[in-house]
């Protein structure tokens, strides 16, 4: 099995509603990164997480760590065309410095 | 955020060629590695590249097929040697700072044919 398990694979929303992609890891995180990717492009940062229970958000995306649960999640609130990509969770798997691996990707396809 | 430019962008090559790609950060930078994102699929770490010394491989990726080069904190190259199409991918370089944030560049895509 992956270490790291982004779901759902793909999802298709209306404009407008709100979205929830969730990131479970078989191993302990010592810190968890979001990024956006569209097609065939480079990866944005969305945001970092190290805490548990941190929350932070950026325009209308939320992010929250549950360290216990070895997961994340990434909320979208009123979704938009502008949303559409492939999120990537990446995570640290140890604390020497940055090495990332990540899930398999959430495509997000949000329909006018 | 780094400012993070990859050359090239992308290209097209011969099965048993070699092509290097460079990475250049507007800022010094403390970690910088090489990721492969192969085709709809999620990204791969290959290796970090230290600057001064020998890149650190990951299982899987070795030297040989893909040496890499750090000769500063700004700068690193990747190559691809000896390419077959199996290695047709984005090649991504990130970087960190102290900050524990990680930026990536906008990537190389590669075929070959």
């Known amino acids: 099995s992956q270490e790291l398990e982004q779901s759902p694979q793909s999802l298709i929303v209306q404009e407008g509603k709100n979205l929830t992609i969730n990131c479970t890891s ?25 805490k548990g229970g941190e929350e932070k958000s950026h325009e209308k995306i939320t992010a929250k760590l549950d360290e216990k649960k070895q997961q994340s999640s990434l909320h979208i609130t009123a979704s938009q065309p502008s949303h559409a990509g492939i999120y990537l969770c990446g995570a640290e798997h140890n604390n020497a410095g940055n090495m990332l691996t990540f ?10 | 955020s780094a400012v993070i430019s990859q050359k090239p962008s992308r290209d097209i090559c011969q099965r048993g060629t070699s092509l290097t790609i460079q990475c250049q950060v507007d800022s010094q930078v403390t970690m910088m590695f090489w990721y492969r994102q192969q085709p709809g699929q999620s990204l791969t770490l ?10 650190t491989y990951e299982s899987g990726f070795v030297i040989d097929k893909f040496p890499i080069s750090r000769p500063n904190l700004t700068f690193s190259t990747l190559t691809v040697s000896n390419m077959s199409p199996e290695d047709s991918s984005i090649y991504l370089c990130s970087v960190a700072r102290g900050a524990r944030e990680q930026f990536f560049g906008p990537g190389t895509r590669l075929t070959v044919l």
């Open chain 1, 103 to 112: 899930g398999g990707g959430t495509r997000l396809m949000v329909k006018p």
């Open chain 2, 46 to 55: 290959i290796a970090t590249a230290n600057q001064g010394s020998e890149a």
């Open chain 1, 26 to 50: 078989s191993k302990t995180l010592y810190g968890l990164y979001w990024y956006k990717q569209k097609y065939g492009e480079g990866l944005i940062f969305l945001m970092m997480l190290q």
